[in-house]
């Protein structure tokens, strides 16, 4: 019987093939390069959508400003996306086209869940014909249809899923523990950004700055998309890190005070083992000095 990786070999060569268990490895290859990508994550409010990103610098020659990861689609719909950051432009332009078309032909704006289904038919399109690889990109679609939130994660297979809150690339897990934990439906838009923050926090494992972060949201009372502006941005970042400084205190007093405890306590059984050797050598020398009397 041949090893797995043996069998498997040779279905990850093209695109349109199926291993023996039914697994297409190239569309897995592509979900790989979407957790290699910096963390995204939007969530819904009861006020609308907030999309956040982080997109921290590998240099710090770099411009954080040049790097863009959350994209305007139209008045109402914004992006998030994470893994390779061509392939996720090119989605975005083709999500553009997608609701002007609509807003062309139909004299009104695209519904946010249709366009969610558009670009993902897409997605889907280049999984299942020869020449192409799937799109190494993941995106998370926010926007509002008159006083409905919606919020969508797609695929690099075509997949989509809605959610109320949710978060793509590197540290995913640690961001989705803290909404399992915290998340509510009726939060405000400003309790959604500290919660998306939080979330952040702890998927970059405290590795926040003001400028490795960018905040869209999409606001039900004006249906309009708005970018918060650095200066929003920095206040929102110095707000996070004040409390998680707050938080931390407590835990590293609580860990000084069981350090100080755990070494009370050795010094104590030291103390307590000395005497008790001294006590065994006078009982020894009491029963030596008996028995030289006898």
Do not use: W
Not at 62 to 88: N, R
Not at 104 to 125: F, W
Not at 169 to 188: H, K, N
Not at 221 to 232: G, H, M, N, P, V
């Amino acid at each position: 019987m041949q090893p797995l990786q043996q069998q498997n070999a040779g279905y990850d060569r093209a695109i349109t093939v199926f291993s023996p268990d039914g697994r297409l490895f190239q569309v897995e290859y592509a979900r790989e390069a979407v957790k290699r990508g910096t963390t995204s994550l939007g969530l819904k409010s009861k006020d609308g959508v907030v999309l956040i990103v982080d997109k921290r610098t590998v240099s710090r020659l770099v411009e954080a400003k040049s790097i863009e990861k959350i994209f305007q689609i139209d008045d109402h719909i914004g992006v998030a996306t994470s893994g390779l950051v061509a392939d996720a432009r090119a989605l975005v332009e083709r999500a553009r086209i997608e609701s002007q078309i609509n807003k062309i032909t139909y004299n009104e704006p695209i519904l946010v869940g249709g366009l969610a289904k558009k670009i993902c038919d897409l997605k889907q399109l280049y999984t299942q014909n020869g020449g192409v690889r799937p799109f190494g990109s993941a995106l998370i679609i926010g926007g509002v249809n008159g006083e409905e939130t919606r919020l969508y994660e797609t695929d690099p297979s075509g997949a989509l899923i809605e959610y109320k809150a949710t978060a793509i690339g590197s540290g995913v897990q640690a961001a989705v523990d803290v909404f399992e934990e915290r998340y509510e439906e009726d939060l405000s838009l400003e309790d959604a950004i500290n919660l998306g923050l939080d979330a952040l926090y702890e998927a970059t494992e405290g590795r926040t700055t003001e400028d490795s972060v960018e905040i869209a949201v999409i606001e039900v009372a004006t249906q309009a998309y708005r970018k918060l502006s650095d200066e929003e941005v920095s206040g929102y970042v110095k707000d996070l890190l004040e409390r998680n400084a707050e938080e931390e205190e407590p835990e590293e007093e609580a860990e000084e005070e069981a350090v100080e405890e755990a070494v009370e306590e050795s010094e104590e059984a030291e103390d307590a083992a000395e005497e008790s050797e001294e006590e065994t050598s006078e009982e020894e020398a009491s029963e030596d000095k008996d028995s030289a009397e006898e």
